[in-house]
């Protein structure tokens, strides 16, 4: 069951391609992205659990916007598991990874992906029973070089890197053929959110649409 739900969250983010990971100001904010991100035809983000905001933008983008896909991302422990579940959120992203809460995901069956950045991590995620895995933070830990040397030694495995994802190297991270999509904050960071830098917000989108599409 965990696992049809984790193929088929896998499936939607392979065709996406690209997960902005947001970090709301605000509800109100979160409610404006959701916006440009639909009219974008990037129906996606990750929402952070940094922001006192963040569980109350989910619940709200995803009331206002049911077709929106929302992971919760920075997730820590199975409180946070709870809120982003009873939010709406689909899936489950954490910056490492640790037994409990993977055991936890598990357990209620929701889809996750604990961050990884060395052999032994992602090892140890295999083991667990995961195969779809966040590389964290992706150019900091070897990026597409270790991407390519984990295929190797670990080939049934797929990433979402993030960390350091741009529109500059977002299209060679998307070549490799263990990576599920990126995630990345560069398409509507915090200042530009909190600022309402709309038009700034709106053409990094639609950049980025285009270049994952092809058409750039
Ligand atoms: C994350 O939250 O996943 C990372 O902070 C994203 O990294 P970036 O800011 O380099 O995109």
Known sequence: MVAEKQKSIDDQLKDLKLVPVVSPPSVETSLRLAEILLRNDLPVAEITLRTNCAVDAIVAMKARFPELLI??????????????????????????????????????????????????EAQGAYEAGLTSL???????????????????????LSFMPTGGITQDNILEYLKLDNVICCGGTWLSPYHLLESGEWEEIEWRISQAVKAIRGSV
């Open 134 to 156: 966040k590389f964290f933070p992706a150019e900091m830990s070897g990026g597409l070089r270790m991407l390519a040397l984990l295929k190797d030694i670990y080939p049934q």
């Open 71 to 120: 992971l919760a991302g920075t997730v820590l422990n199975q409180q946070q598991v709870d809120s982003a579940l009873a939010a709406g959120a689909a899936g489950i992203v954490s910056p490492g990874i640790t037994s409990r809460l993977t055991e936890y995901c598990q357990q209620i069956k929701i889809p996750f992906f604990p961050g990884i950045s060395t052999p032994s």
